[in-house]
């Protein structure tokens, strides 16, 4: 599971979108736009157990990413040790994988429903804005290696790439977050210690330059143990999976984003 702490270090890299740096004391400066889900950088609906990343200014005083002994146990931190920095989505208390001056990461918590909600940040005591956005049951997105290629390992855990591309009928794991409610469910602030397979396993699916991969092709689709809001699916390629196939998952209607390849040579 290297590639999984691959996965989760490349969230403090983020896509620049947020000015770095603090001055004097001043409250959090973060708007709609920069509120995004982790995997894709996309601003709009998100669902319970994901990944998350705001971007902004003033958002921290100082740089921190967690660390194991921030881990109690399997219970997650709401604040990074000396930061003071605190993510309320719904007035729930976020858990927080990284916090620096322009960008944040955290987690959408798990118990939350669906409807209107709203993110705010607060340091010391300075509030940022009450900003609504929308918790769906799903919002599914794929991690990504780079701009044009999925994250995505074979079973012995190496990297699939471009240069090491997968094959027609290989395995590959893919890793993704927003992918919704689990059996048994993600429960708030756990890390969770074992497999969990999509509740709704029926409406999800895979589609490879368009076409949608038969189900019994995905030998499974769920939580990424360990890893909370991580999502992991198994894949068997289809015989006919052509070179360097357009990748989307998806939740029902909910749709990954267009354009990211899975590195493919028949």
Known sequence: MAV??????????GSGLAAEGIGTRAAPVYTSASIVDAAANQSGPLAPNTIATVYGVNLAYNTQSLTSNDVSGVILPVVLPGTGVHVLVGSIPANLYYVSPGQ??????????????????????????????????????????DPQNAVATRPDGSTITPAAPAKPGDIVILYATGLGETLPPAVYSELPTSAAPLKQMADFHILLDGVAVAAPSILYAGIAPGFAGLYQINLRLPDSTGAHPEIRIGVGAALSVTGLQLPVQP
């Open 4 to 13: 999984v702490w691959v996965v989760l270090a490349s969230l403090a890299l």
């Open 104 to 145: 944040i990461n955290f987690l959408i918590p798990a118990n939350l429903l669906p409807g209107t909600s709203g993110v705010q940040l607060v340091i010391d005591g300075l509030a940022g804005p009450l900003i609504p956005i929308q918790i769906v049951p799903a919002s599914p997105e794929l991690f990504q290696l």
